[in-house]
């Protein structure tokens, strides 16, 4: 995943290519709370270069790529065994994402917010989310089995190859063959 940002040591900008300016970045360089993520001694060096993309990105108005940069930080925070920090980074991803939703369909959108709402043990609200979701077929089963682990208040990674393999395993049960469901 380090191959997806870049970081100048020398002014401290961070994005997917330095080489492209993104006019506003200086402000945010330059302010306090940047300089509080580059100073974070619990935070590693990855994980700071995507929280300061994500600011620098949030502060020039994309909250879009911002969550998503954000997201990215709690993945390797995962990776590091800090959860503490990894839930701190779903919680802004969530915050980031009631600054963009505007309640159009966004299938992609709905399941990342899904899974950070359980994995943030915000397991009611999670529930409630995805009972006014209409989707079909194998996205119904995930979000069914996302309701089935909130109910387990279960906040552990499930990847969807992992969902995959549950849902696999179902239709395994039922009807003995062995379909893929994410293509
Ligand atoms: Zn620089």
Excluded at 6 to 19: A, V
Excluded at 88 to 97: F, V
């Amino acid at each position: 995943m380090f191959m997806w940002i870049q970081f100048c040591g020398n002014c401290s900008y961070s994005s997917k290519d330095i080489t492209v300016e993104i006019k506003s970045a200086i402000e945010t360089i330059i302010s306090k709370d940047y300089k509080i993520i580059l100073k974070d001694s619990q935070l590693s060096p990855l994980v700071k270069k995507f929280l300061c993309y994500a600011m620098i990105l949030e502060k020039d108005g994309d909250q879009r790529m911002a969550m998503f940069k954000t997201l990215h930080a709690a993945w390797v925070c995962d990776d590091n065994r800090n959860s503490f920090k990894a839930l701190e980074c779903r919680n802004k991803a969530l915050s980031l994402m009631d600054k963009f939703r505007s309640g159009e369909e966004d299938t992609n959108i709905d399941l990342i917010k899904i899974d950070l709402l359980r994995r943030t043990e915000k397991f009611e609200e999670a529930i409630d989310f995805c009972k006014t979701l209409n989707f079909e077929g194998e996205l119904a089963e995930v979000v069914r089995i996302q309701i089935e682990l909130c109910l387990n208040k279960d906040i552990r990674a499930h990847t969807i190859a992992s969902f995959k393999k549950i849902v696999i395993n179902r239709q395994n049960l039922g009807t003995g063959k062995k379909e893929f469901v994410f293509r």
